[in-house]
């Protein structure tokens, strides 16, 4: 089945700082690949996607590339804000889509 | 429109005890996923409807597990003789089909989290 390591944190970057955040993962098959996000006392929200070899997922200043020949999704943001401070998780899915997520990693942006 | 909406958003309950878990997903998705996630953890899978019928259920832990959707809209979660390792959040999410499970986003609920004394 699919599995995925994400970089542990908490990683805490000053505001305008650049952030990676490293994801690799295992599947079987050709797996979606997706960052979901939960900001402080809130329900997980997707953040951006791939859905195939190559692809970009942008959104909010954040990307992620889908590069299938080192199986990663690493996520990157050229300036972080204090709004950016949530826990993020990366998750491939699989042909039925059911997610198999990271243990996440809590990003804290201070001013 | 209305998101996701899971009911309880809290629920205590003893050892040994059975207990519901509701969730309503976004009008007109066909695709419901329910998850757990304990304190620090991401969510883990444990079962994936396609309309009324349980397409996955390899994420179940055990059979005082069971999950049912028999409208193809709300769905309950119900465990049996809980068990204070069954504490976590409980999530639903849902999606549309639109070409394809893997590639919707999936929409999640605010959860409910069990508490098992």
């Known amino acids: 089945g699919n599995s995925v390591t994400q970089m542990e944190g908490p990683v805490t970057l000053s505001e305008e700082a650049f952030l990676t955040i490293n994801c690799t993962y295992t599947?079987?098959?050709?797996?979606?690949l997706f960052w979901y996000v939960q900001y402080p006392g809130e329900g997980l929200q997707l953040l951006l996607k791939a859905t195939k070899a190559d692809d970009k997922g942008s959104n909010k200043g954040f990307e992620a590339t889908y590069r299938k020949e080192t199986t990663s999704f690493h996520l990157e943001k050229g300036s972080v804000q204090v709004s950016d401070s949530a826990v993020y998780f990366c998750?491939?899915?699989?042909?039925?889509?059911?997610?198999?997520f990271g243990t996440g990693t809590l990003l804290a942006v201070q001013p | 429109g209305a998101g996701v909406s899971q009911t309880p958003s809290n629920k205590v309950t003893e050892k040994g005890k059975y207990v519901e878990l509701r969730c309503d997903p976004i009008s007109g998705h066909t695709a419901l996923y329910w998850y757990r996630q304990s304190l620090g953890q991401g969510p883990e899978f444990l079962i994936y409807?396609?309309?009324?019928?349980?397409?996955?259920d390899s994420g179940l832990p055990n059979d005082r597990f069971f999950a049912v959707r028999p409208e193809g809209s709300v769905s309950t979660l119900k465990i049996q003789r809980t068990e204070r390792g069954d504490s976590a959040v409980y999530l639903c999410?849902?999606?549309?089909?639109?070409?394809?499970?893997?590639?919707?986003?999936?929409?999640f609920g605010p959860g409910t989290r069990l508490t098992v004394l």
């Open positions: 998750a491939p899915g699989g042909a039925t889509n059911k997610l198999i």
């Open positions: 999410a849902s999606s549309s089909f639109v070409g394809g499970p893997r590639y919707n986003e999936q929409f």
């Open positions: 599947a079987t098959g050709y797996p979606s």
């Open positions: 409807f396609q309309g009324t019928g349980a397409a996955d």
